[in-house]
C-alpha cells in the first residue's frame, strides 16, 4: 500500500473589487511554500459568472501559472464542468495541461449545477448528462484513436486526427465528483475514481461509496488505485483559535454556495444552508494538529482515502491566516499522513 498523498486547493476566490494581481501573487506563496515543504498536489476550481460579490481566476490558466512554481507537484483540476465544453475543447486542453505538467496531471470532472452557468452556455439542464458523456466519450477517443468520426447537435467530427497527444497513457486518471446515485454509477462507468466532495459528512461518503462499489462490481471493474477526498481545514493552536481565524470566511463562502443552488444538488439532511457551528458538525476538520488528526482519521480507516485535497484558504481570508494553518499542516499534519496507511477498499463494508 503506497502512502497517503496530500495536497491544497488555490481557488484564489475574492471579494469583488479586490485587486486581483496582488491576490494571485500570493496565491504563488502559498504554492511556494507547499512545494518547499513536500506535499503531493494542487488543484484549483472552476465556475462562472461568480454571484455573491465574488471573483476568482480561471481555472485552466490558473493552473498553467501556477505549474511554473510547483516542481514535481501534481497538478490537479477540481474540477472541469465538462457539459459546458465542447469535447475538441476539453481533449486539446487536457493534453496541453498533461505536457505543462510533464505528465503528472489529475483530470477531476463534474456535472455542475448552476442554472446561470448553462444559460450562459446554452446548455439547457435537460442536456446536461448527454453533454457530460459525450464530452468525455469523444475527449479519449481523440486521445486514443488516430481518427474520429462522431454527428452531435453540439460536435461535428468526420476522420478528426488529434495530433496532441497526452503524456500519460491513455490519459491522465479522470476523477469522477458525484452526489446522485445514478452519477456515482455513471462514475464507475466512465472514471477512474469517485471523487468525494467537502460538502457531504462521513456517512454520505460511506453510502456513496458502496453505490459506487457495487457499480464496479457489476461491470467486472476493479477497484480503484485512489480514493480521493477534498476536505475544508483549518489548523491553528487550538480550536478556539482555529473556530476564530477560519469561521467568518467559511461562513461567506457557504453563503455563495447556498447563493449559487448548491443546496439543489444535496440530499435534504445534507443541505449547507446553515450557521457554521451547524456546518462544522462532522464535515469540516477545524482544530489544532492534534484535532485535526483525530478527525481525520475516520476518513483514513472507514472511508479508505488515499488522496487529501484540503482547502485552507477561504474567499477574502488574509494570506497570513492561510499561511498559518500551511505551515502548522506542514509541520504537524502532512508527515503523519504520509506515514498512515489507509484501509484499503475491499476492505470497507456496505452501508
Given at each position: 500500500m503506497s502512502r497517503i498523498k496530500?495536497?491544497?486547493?488555490?481557488?484564489?476566490?475574492?471579494?469583488?473589487?479586490?485587486?486581483?494581481?496582488?491576490?494571485?501573487?500570493?496565491?504563488?506563496?502559498?504554492?511556494?511554500?507547499?512545494?518547499?515543504?513536500?506535499?503531493?498536489?494542487y488543484f484549483a476550481?472552476?465556475?462562472?459568472?461568480?454571484?455573491?460579490?465574488?471573483?476568482?481566476?480561471?481555472?485552466?490558466?490558473?493552473?498553467?501559472?501556477?505549474?511554473?512554481?510547483?516542481?514535481?507537484?501534481?497538478?490537479?483540476?477540481?474540477?472541469?464542468?465538462?457539459?459546458?465544453?465542447?469535447?475538441?475543447?476539453?481533449?486539446?486542453?487536457?493534453?496541453?495541461?498533461?505536457?505543462?505538467?510533464?505528465?503528472?496531471?489529475?483530470?477531476?470532472?463534474?456535472?455542475?449545477?448552476?442554472?446561470?452557468?448553462?444559460?450562459?452556455?446554452?446548455?439547457?439542464?435537460?442536456?446536461?448528462?448527454?453533454?457530460?458523456?459525450?464530452?468525455?466519450?469523444?475527449?479519449?477517443?481523440?486521445?486514443?484513436?488516430?481518427?474520429?468520426s462522431y454527428e452531435s447537435d453540439t460536435c461535428s467530427l468526420k476522420d478528426a486526427h488529434l495530433s496532441l497527444k497526452c503524456v500519460q497513457k491513455p490519459h491522465p486518471p479522470i476523477w469522477f465528483a458525484a452526489k446522485h446515485p445514478n452519477a456515482i454509477r455513471r462514475a464507475a462507468q466512465l472514471g477512474d475514481?469517485?471523487?468525494?466532495?467537502?460538502?457531504?459528512?462521513?456517512?454520505?461518503?460511506?453510502?456513496r461509496l458502496a453505490i459506487y462499489k457495487d457499480e464496479l462490481q457489476k461491470l467486472g471493474k476493479p477497484l480503484p488505485r485512489e480514493n480521493p477526498c477534498r476536505i475544508e481545514i483549518y489548523c491553528a493552536k487550538d480550536r478556539a483559535t482555529a473556530m476564530a481565524l477560519a469561521g467568518p470566511y467559511i461562513t461567506e463562502k457557504y453563503k455563495a454556495y447556498a447563493q449559487w443552488e448548491s443546496d439543489k444538488a444535496m440530499p435534504e439532511h445534507e443541505r449547507i444552508n446553515k450557521s457554521f457551528e451547524d456546518l462544522v458538525q462532522d464535515r469540516f476538520v477545524i482544530g489544532s494538529p492534534d484535532d485535526c488528526w483525530n478527525q481525520?482519521?475516520?476518513?483514513?480507516?472507514?472511508?479508505?482515502?488515499?488522496?487529501?485535497?484540503?482547502?485552507?484558504?477561504?474567499?477574502?481570508?488574509?494570506l497570513s491566516n492561510a499561511l498559518a494553518s500551511m505551515r502548522l499542516m506542514s509541520e504537524e499534519l502532512l508527515p503523519a499522513l504520509h506515514k498512515a496507511t489507509p484501509t484499503p477498499l475491499h476492505q470497507i463494508s456496505a452501508v
Open positions: 496530500a495536497g491544497i486547493l488555490l481557488s484564489n476566490q475574492q471579494f469583488e473589487g479586490a485587486d486581483m494581481v496582488s491576490a494571485l501573487e500570493e496565491q504563488i506563496v502559498m504554492l511556494r511554500l507547499l512545494r518547499d515543504r513536500g506535499w503531493d498536489s476550481s472552476q465556475h462562472y459568472l461568480n454571484e455573491g460579490g465574488n471573483q476568482g481566476l480561471q481555472m485552466v490558466p490558473f493552473l498553467a501559472r501556477l505549474a511554473a512554481e510547483a516542481g514535481d507537484m501534481t497538478m490537479g483540476l477540481g474540477l472541469l464542468l465538462a457539459p459546458l465544453h465542447n469535447p475538441v475543447y476539453t481533449a486539446e486542453t487536457i493534453a496541453t495541461l498533461d505536457v505543462i505538467s510533464r505528465g503528472n496531471l489529475i483530470f477531476g470532472v463534474g456535472l455542475g449545477y448552476r442554472t446561470s452557468e448553462f444559460e450562459a452556455f446554452g446548455v439547457r439542464k435537460g442536456q446536461r448528462v448527454q453533454r457530460f458523456e459525450e464530452c468525455l466519450t469523444i475527449a479519449k477517443r481523440l486521445w486514443i484513436e488516430d481518427k474520429v475514481c469517485l471523487y468525494h466532495s467537502p460538502k457531504a459528512t462521513l456517512a454520505t461518503h460511506k453510502e481525520l482519521q475516520p476518513y483514513i480507516k472507514e472511508l479508505g482515502v488515499t488522496h487529501f485535497v484540503f482547502r485552507t484558504n477561504f474567499l477574502g481570508m488574509p
